[in-house]
C-alpha cells in the first residue's frame, strides 16, 4: 500500500481579494456575496494557524444570501467550493421534513456531504498512482497478448525461448505504446458486484440503515467477474482503474474524507424561505418549524453517524439562500437565525447586468454556443448591438412574466438559435452573424402576442 499523506488545505492559496477576482471571471456583479463568502473562506485558513486551545472554540460565519432567483446564489456558492476545492453538497430545505413524517432527515444532508467528499479524495488518491497504475496495466495487457511460457525445467533451449519471447513482449510494449494495437481486442475479466436495490422511506437514520444493508448484501454475494472482449483502449482503462483501487489505501482516504468533510465541507441549503413560518400555517405547514427545529442542531454543531464514522458538523460552512417574496428572514425561527450571523442582499437583474452576463463570464452563453456549433463546422459571431437586443428582450421578458433572472437568457438564446441549430448539419462551412436585425426578425412575433411571449420566453 502507498502511504497517503493529508492533503493541504487549497484556500490558503487565495487572499480574499484574489478569491472574489476568481469569483469575477463566471459570476457578473453581487459584490457585497463574493466579498462575504470570501472572507467566510479565508477565516477558514486563519482559524487553522491560531493557538490549539482557541480553534475549537472559532465557529464559521454563516452566511444566509437574500435575493430572486437567476441572480447567482447558487453558483457563487458552487463556483467558492470548486475554487476552494472543497466537499460540496447542494440541498433543498424544501425537500427534509420533520421527524415523524415520510421524507429525507436531515442528517442525510451530512452523509451526502462526506459522500461526496470520499469520492473527491478517492480520486485524487488515484490520480496520485495513477503512473505506477499505468505501467501495472501496461504488463496486463501484454500477457493476455503474449502470455509468458512456463517451463518445466530450465536449459538450454527454454532460455532461448523465454528470450524470443522476452524480444517479442518488447516489440509489443512499443506498439502499445504507440498506439498500433488500438484495433486489436483482447479477452479480460471484469469485476462486477450484484447488489439488490434497496430503498428505505422511513424516519430518522433509516436511510443509513438501508445503505449498511446494500453494503452488507454486497459482501455476502462477493465480487464476481465475467469475460467481456473489448478494444485494447477500454481494457486499459478498465484495468488501470483496477489497479489504482488495488495501490490506495481506502483506509486512509476514508479518513482523509472525514478530516475535508469536517474541516472543508461547504453545504449550500437552498429554498430555506419555503420552510419558514407564515401567519396563520396549517395543513401542510405545520411541519416547517419542525424542520427549521431539526436543521439546527447541524448547524450548530453536533455528531452526525455515517457508514464511514462519525462527522463532527461544528467547523462546516453553511450557505443558505432563499428568494423570500412571501417570506422574511424573521420568519425563521430565532435560534437558526443566530446561526446565520451574516445576511446579503443581492441585487437583481436588469438590462445592463443580462449585458454583461453575456459578454464578460469565461463560460458565457454566447461563448458555449459558439463552441456547439463548430462542431457542425458552422461559425457563429455575436455582433454588440445583437447582444445588446437579446439583453432587452430578456429583461421585457422577465417584466412581463415572472421574473427569473439570468435563466432567461437560456431561454432567448436557445429560442433565437432554434433554426440554425437544427438545420447546422447542411450549412457546414458557412458563417452566421448574430447582430440586432436578426435578432429582431428571430423574434419580433414572438411579443406581437402577450400570451405567446409569456409561453416560449
Do not use: C
Not at 325 to 351: C, N, W
Amino acid at each position: 500500500m502507498n502511504n497517503q499523506t493529508p492533503i493541504e488545505f487549497p484556500e490558503a492559496q487565495f487572499t480574499p481579494r484574489e478569491i472574489v477576482s476568481e469569483l469575477d471571471k463566471f459570476i457578473v456583479g453581487q459584490n457585497a456575496a463574493k466579498r462575504s463568502v470570501a472572507i467566510a473562506l479565508r477565516n477558514r485558513w486563519r482559524r487553522r494557524r491560531v493557538p490549539d486551545e482557541l480553534r475549537d472554540e472559532i465557529a464559521p460565519k454563516n452566511i444566509i444570501l437574500v435575493g430572486p432567483t437567476g441572480v447567482g446564489k447558487t453558483e457563487i456558492a458552487r463556483r467558492l467550493a470548486k475554487l476552494a476545492q472543497a466537499p460540496f453538497i447542494k440541498v433543498e430545505a424544501s425537500k427534509f421534513t420533520e421527524v415523524g413524517y415520510i421524507g429525507r432527515d436531515v442528517d442525510s444532508i451530512i452523509r451526502d456531504l462526506l459522500e461526496a467528499s470520499v469520492q473527491m479524495t478517492r480520486e485524487e488518491a488515484k490520480e496520485r498512482v495513477l503512473v505506477q497504475a499505468r505501467a501495472h496495466t501496461e504488463e496486463r495487457i501484454i500477457d493476455l497478448l503474449l502470455p509468458r511460457p512456463r517451463y518445466e525445467q530450465q536449459n538450454e533451449t527454454t532460455a532461448n525461448s523465454a528470450y524470443a519471447v522476452d524480444s517479442s513482449r518488447e516489440r509489443l510494449r512499443a506498439m502499445l505504446r504507440a498506439g498500433e494495437l488500438n484495433d486489436r481486442q483482447v479477452e479480460i475479466d471484469a469485476e462486477e458486484t450484484r447488489v439488490p436495490f434497496m430503498q428505505v422511506f422511513s424516519n430518522t437514520g433509516m436511510e443509513e440503515m438501508g445503505m449498511n444493508l446494500q453494503d452488507m448484501m454486497g459482501q455476502m454475494l462477493g465480487r464476481r467477474t465475467r469475460k467481456r472482449r473489448v478494444l485494447i483502449p477500454e481494457a486499459q482503462e478498465i484495468i488501470t482503474q483496477e489497479e489504482a483501487n488495488k495501490l490506495i489505501d481506502q483506509d486512509a482516504v476514508v479518513k482523509e474524507a472525514i478530516r475535508r468533510a469536517e474541516q472543508s465541507g461547504i453545504v449550500f441549503i437552498d429554498e430555506i424561505d419555503k420552510i419558514g413560518r407564515r401567519e396563520g400555517g396549517h395543513g401542510p405547514d405545520v411541519s416547517r418549524e419542525g424542520v427549521q427545529r431539526d436543521i439546527l442542531p447541524i448547524i450548530e454543531g453536533s455528531t452526525v453517524t455515517t457508514k464511514y464514522g462519525s462527522v463532527r458538523t461544528d467547523h462546516i460552512l453553511f450557505i443558505a439562500a432563499g428568494a423570500f417574496h412571501m417570506t422574511k428572514v424573521s420568519d425563521l425561527i430565532p435560534e437558526l437565525q443566530g446561526r446565520f450571523p451574516i445576511r446579503v442582499e443581492l441585487d437583481a437583474l436588469g438590462e445592463p447586468e443580462l449585458l454583461r452576463i453575456l459578454k464578460e463570464p469565461q463560460n458565457a452563453l454566447p461563448v458555449q454556443y459558439r463552441a456547439l456549433l463548430d462542431t457542425e463546422n458552422v461559425t457563429l459571431e455575436f455582433a454588440n448591438d445583437g447582444l445588446t437586443a437579446m439583453a432587452k428582450i430578456a429583461a421585457q421578458a422577465n417584466t412581463r412574466a415572472e421574473n427569473i433572472g439570468a435563466r432567461r437568457l437560456h431561454t432567448v438564446i436557445e429560442r433565437l438559435l432554434e433554426d440554425i441549430s437544427f438545420s447546422a448539419p447542411e450549412k457546414s462551412g458557412s458563417t452566421i452573424i448574430i447582430d440586432k436585425d436578426y435578432v429582431t426578425k428571430a423574434l419580433d412575433h414572438v411579443f406581437d402576442s402577450e400570451d405567446l411571449s409569456r409561453y416560449i420566453l
